[in-house]
């Protein structure tokens, strides 16, 4: 890894300020597109947790249980539990599918597990480019300060 960072620097060194500007511009978009992805990671997992949670205790209460049934965030209505066995999964993009609650909360538990892989992969990629990032910032702050002193000599 510490020689791909020097000869990485070294490519950087024969770069000339525009170019270097142009790649540190590069590499800081970049990690901003790949925080904005991590947190996007995030969120969905909460979600998922949340989702996981709610089939755990739901399969715990008993059939003809009185319960509050939310319809948005904050809108709620009261219902009765009828099939705590079967649960409709949210599939993606409108799509439900009927499952067991083991199925429902193997599902859930699988999609936690991706999107904990998704996400330990990605932010190594975003370790990468901040380096990238922080090395260009580094050499082109050199090469100003060599052109200033040139200049004013």
């Known amino acids: 890894m510490a020689s791909s960072s020097s000869s990485a ?6 770069m000339g300020i525009d170019q270097l500007k142009a790649l540190k511009e590069q590499a800081d978009l970049e990690v901003n597109l790949l925080q904005d ?3 996007n990671i995030r969120t969905a997992n909460a979600r998922l947790e949340s989702a996981a949670g709610a089939l755990n205790d739901l399969s715990l209460r008993p059939q003809g249980k009185k319960m509050l049934v939310p319809l ?3 809108l709620y209505v009261p219902g009765t539990l009828d099939e705590a066995d079967k649960v409709l999964v949210d599939i ?23 999107l904990k892989s998704n996400y330990e992969q990605l932010f190594e990629v975003l ?3 901040k380096n990238v990032a922080d090395e260009a910032g580094m050499v082109l702050q050199s090469k ?9 000599s």
């Open 72 to 74: 948005t965030a904050s």
């Open 144 to 152: 100003v300060r060599q052109l200033q002193a040139a200049t004013s």
């Open 37 to 39: 992805s991590l947190n």
């Open 127 to 129: 370790a990468k480019k």
């Open 9 to 14: 620097r070294g490519e950087m060194e024969k």
């Open 92 to 114: 993606g993009t409108g799509y439900f599918i009927e499952k067991t609650m083991d199925d429902g909360k193997d599902y859930c538990q699988r999609k936690i597990n991706l």
